[in-house]
């Protein structure tokens, strides 16, 4: 590379031109290598230890290999079978039915169709288990016999269901999802009104969201404006009302918010004590909405207020002067003047605790009761309580296209480079 | 920001308003992290106060749930537990976070914008996600239910907050200071732990920090990913939670709050020095 130092004087002459060139770009691909490998271990430990989880996660969703896998001779005999044409299957498919469910019961293994199966149809499942316990002492010819031990197996409807959900993969954990349901003539509609559950849940988790976002908003706007204007000294010691509450832990926080507002709580006591309330009349602002929104509104306002304080800090405060100089009311002045300069601040700081509150799941879970339980809580059910670990998926991969939705709007709004510095 | 002399008497009233209403804001904001104190030396095992505490007769409070905190095997084994999850995937997440944040912050490098979203990830994807897809993954690696799972876990969840703010660092970082270095001998090894390491260094540590505490605090991913013999000291919370709430928990509450004093001033200290260093120093 050295020798290539251009003589002050002389031209280059085309051949030098191109050595010239081609040692430029040998330069500046070795500095992207170095780059390169300066963030590949980074880059593969998250893509191994994070990235491919979800990943495999959101396959799960659609992942159906439970009825092709246990059941493999009824799922090659349904193949060949019309489900539009209104005749059972033939006796070849009952006998690779009774040979499936002998080798399931001896393997363990048709419980996890019998599941499977189960929710799509209620009943499914003891249709299964329940004849697979008979299967080893029938003989052939097999159609009447099973017809005679359930007459589920003569409902063409069931035959429907094994064939559709045979198939190596499924949408039906998103239509669970979307409180929609399959009929067995294979048409998608809305479950009945007092079915639904998930559209609910997640209407609620973002308009409680969106309620503590507009609440820490209210709460944290004057907050920042305060210490924003107020001399550096002072500012720094309110500082630490802030950011103590910001690195306490979210247990801690919650844990003292019960306490807080329990029955028998400070609060309650407080408003008993001065009369407000009667003893026997006491409020109840927890296990229900009200606690998950105050307790909430409270551990996520830290996130609010440093965003909106950090934009509010280079807004210069004689702007304000120079629009009440020249005539207008504070009212006036605030709302055409500072306003406007602090909504990277609103917008950033909205964004944040949108986030972050439409995915929570620690504190609905303790505080929340009934009402106020989050998308999150589904999740956690369905993963640790009924095991439906596809439905679980379904829910995550709404949960986190929402999520990731609002986070490419907000990247697009502020530009890449001021991505979420909590400081 | 006083009140200008030529306030009109609605005006001087919504100033005071504002500053009463922001004077509760910060009620809000720091009684909760106060009322656990007292309430932590409770002689009852009640969450509340009892008549005794308000007439502060001594009798009422005791040492009784300190004493069962620190009798307490679980709690002890739950704070080993989570010291050593947090200490290891702490110092991983300050390597593999500073290194990246090095390449990050060379203009060579392609695709980074790609790049950095994928290493914060962690930060935007909500924890109860990963925490499924971890299950699933860790399960079928067979490191669930060890340390090596949870630290792994806790590791990727610390990266982004060194990425971020090491990053945040090397901005206004100079690097004719390298230069410099090497037109004087130094090989870039040498150069890299003189120059550029103490210049970085406080960045490096509030990210630590930061890494620290998310170990320190997670629960979500531990719950779903760490066994009986694993147990974190918020999982102990949560299960304590849960199950019986006695006022254990707010003594273990009270101590980490004084932990989160002691964290929040460590930061504190480390982005005055780091801001003196740059020669931005506040007034």
């Not at chain 1, 009774?98 to 019961?105: C, H, I, M, S």
Request: hydrophobic share 50%; charged share 15%.
């Amino acid at each position: 590379m050295m020798a290539n130092t251009v003589e002050a004087k002389g031209q280059l002459t085309p051949d030098e031109q191109k050595r010239l060139t081609a040692d430029m770009h040998r330069s500046l691909r070795r500095k992207k290598i170095r780059a390169l490998l300066l963030v590949a271990p980074l880059l593969i430990f998250i893509l191994v230890t994070f990235v491919s989880p979800i990943a495999t996660m959101l396959f799960r969703s659609i992942d159906n290999p439970q009825v092709s896998e246990y059941m493999p001779n009824t799922t090659a005999a349904l193949a060949r079978w019309d489900a539009d044409s209104n005749e059972l299957p033939d006796e070849a498919t009952y006998a690779a039915l009774v040979t499936d469910l002998k080798v399931g019961r001896e393997n363990h293994t048709i419980g996890k169709a019998a599941t499977r199966l189960n929710y799509e149809k209620s009943q499914m499942r003891s249709l299964l288990t329940g004849t697979a316990r008979k299967a080893g002492r029938l003989e052939p010819p097999f159609k009447e016999q099973l017809i005679k031990i359930n007459d589920g197996w003569g409902d063409i409807d069931n035959w429907r269901v094994i064939k559709r959900e045979s198939s190596p993969y499924t949408a039906s954990y998103y239509i669970a999802a979307f409180d929609m349901e399959t009929t067995p003539a294979g048409e998608i509609r809305m479950l009945p009104e007092q079915q639904r559950v998930y559209l609910q849940m997640l209407w609620r988790t973002v308009w409680m969201s969106l309620l503590i976002t507009a609440l820490t908003l209210l709460l944290g706007y004057p907050v920042s404006y305060l210490l924003a204007s107020l001399p550096m000294g002072i500012a720094n010691t309110l500082m630490i009302l802030v950011l103590l509450p910001f690195w306490t832990s979210l247990l801690v926080r919650t844990s003292s918010w019960i306490a807080m507002l329990q029955g028998q709580g400070v609060i309650n006591d407080i408003l008993v004590w001065f009369g407000l309330v009667s003893d026997d009349n006491r409020l109840s602002m927890i296990y229900n909405a009200t606690g998950t929104v105050i307790t909430m509104t409270h551990i996520l306002l830290p996130f609010m207020i440093l965003p909106l304080y950090s934009v509010m800090k280079t807004i210069p405060p004689s702007y304000m002067r120079a629009a009440r100089s020249l005539g207008a009311t504070p009212f006036t002045a605030f709302v055409k003047v500072y306003l406007p300069q602090s909504v990277p601040g609103i917008s950033a700081g909205a964004i944040l605790v949108f986030i972050l509150a439409i995915g929570y799941y620690i504190t609905p879970a303790l505080v929340g009761g009934q009402t106020g339980q989050f998308i999150g809580n589904m999740i956690a059910y369905h993963m640790q309580s009924s095991l439906n670990w596809g439905l679980a998926a379904a829910l995550g991969v709404v949960l986190l296209a929402l999520v990731l939705g609002i986070y490419a709007l907000y990247s697009r709004l502020l530009g890449s480079n001021n991505q979420m510095s909590l400081r | 920001m006083a009140l200008p002399s030529y306030a009109g008497p609605l005006e001087t009233f919504w100033y005071y308003a504002f500053r009463v209403f922001c004077g509760m804001v910060f009620i809000f904001l720091i009684s909760p992290l106060l009322i656990i104190i007292p309430l932590s030396f409770n002689v009852e095992p009640y969450f509340s106060f009892t008549e005794g505490m308000l007439a502060l007769d001594p009798d009422a409070y005791s040492l009784r749930w300190y004493q069962e905190f620190f009798g307490s095997e679980r709690w002890m084994n739950a704070i080993q537990n989570t010291f050593i999850v947090a200490v290891c995937s702490t110092i991983l997440s300050m390597i593999l976070g500073t290194l990246a944040a090095l390449g990050l912050s060379r203009s060579e490098l392609p695709f980074k914008g790609m790049i950095m979203g994928f290493l914060i990830s962690p930060m935007i994807v909500p924890l109860i996600i990963s925490a499924a897809g971890m299950f699933f993954f860790y399960s079928s690696m067979g490191i669930s239910q060890s340390y090596l799972g949870l630290i792994l876990a806790h590791t990727a969840l610390g990266t982004p907050f060194v990425v971020i703010t090491v990053t945040a660092t090397l901005s206004g970082f100079d690097y004719n200071l390298v230069r410099a270095a090497a037109s004087l001998g130094a090989t870039p090894t040498y150069a890299f732990f003189k120059i550029t390491v103490p210049l970085i260094l406080t960045g490096v540590i509030s990210g630590g920090l930061f890494a620290l505490m998310t170990s320190v605090d997670e629960v979500v991913v531990a719950i779903f990913i760490a066994g009986a013999e694993q147990r974190t000291v918020p999982m102990q919370m949560w299960a304590g939670i849960r199950e019986q709430i006695s006022p254990t928990i707010l003594a273990v509450a009270t101590l980490l709050v004084c932990m989160s004093i002691l964290l929040l001033s460590t930061v504190e200290y480390l982005r005055r020095r780091s801001e003196t260093i740059r020669g931005i120093t506040p007034h």
